[in-house]
């Protein structure tokens, strides 16, 4: 079976920032679109979903050398969630390496994730890339190598 997803989210949010803590706040409306081939009816993901979706993001450098981020995102979409944490050290003055986790769960799937990361990267002013590799294990049994890649944009 091969499966698919599209998934688009609205989440309007509030950023609060004292000295070396940020914490933002979003909440919003969730819309995903899954499809599996071949067709399975039992599968509760099917066709297009609607819910509501809250999610915090905080970051944390204890020292001017380390950071620690955690970040966390519920969805009314089949009571799915997110949880990552991560922790990092400045190199060459320019990125955080270190070690994180995450869990991924929805009603009857769940999915770990332990590896490596490198966070922070600046390329122009306004782009900052983070780039994560590791191994993850599902409640289905299957389990692999991740790789994941993200792109923030401050404007």
């Given at each position: 079976?091969?499966?698919g997803?599209?998934?688009?989210?609205?989440?309007?949010?509030?950023?609060?920032?004292?000295?070396r803590?940020?914490?933002?706040?979003?909440?919003?409306?969730?819309?995903?679109?899954?499809?599996?081939?071949?067709?399975?009816?039992?599968?509760?993901l099917?066709?297009?979903?609607?819910g509501?979706?809250?999610a915090?993001?905080?970051?944390?450098?204890?020292?001017?050398?380390?950071?620690?981020?955690?970040?966390?995102?519920?969805?009314t979409?089949?009571?799915?969630?997110?949880?990552r944490?991560?922790?990092?050290?400045?190199?060459?003055?320019?990125?955080?390496?270190?070690?994180?986790?995450?869990?991924?769960?929805?009603?009857?799937?769940?999915?770990?994730?332990?590896?490596?990361h490198?966070?922070?990267?600046?390329?122009?002013d306004?782009?900052?890339w983070?780039?994560?590799?590791?191994?993850?294990?599902?409640?289905?049994?299957?389990?692999g190598?991740?790789?994941?890649?993200?792109?923030?944009?401050r404007?």
């Amino acid at each position: 079976m091969i499966g698919g997803e599209e998934e688009v989210q609205f989440m309007p949010g509030w950023r609060f920032k004292r000295d070396r803590l940020e914490v933002k706040v979003f909440a919003g409306i969730d819309v995903k679109y899954d499809v599996t081939v071949p067709y399975d009816p039992s599968n509760r993901l099917n066709g297009r979903s609607f819910g509501a979706r809250g999610a915090v993001n905080v970051w944390y450098e204890p020292t001017p050398s380390s950071m620690l981020a955690a970040d966390a995102s519920l969805s009314t979409i089949i009571t799915s969630y997110s949880v990552r944490i991560a922790y990092g050290w400045r190199l060459i003055d320019s990125f955080y390496v270190g070690p994180e986790a995450q869990v991924f769960s929805c009603i009857g799937f769940t999915q770990g994730r332990i590896g490596l990361h490198a966070t922070g990267l600046k390329i122009f002013d306004d782009w900052e890339w983070s780039v994560a590799a590791g191994f993850a294990e599902d409640s289905e049994a299957r389990s692999g190598a991740y790789v994941r890649l993200g792109v923030l944009t401050r404007r």
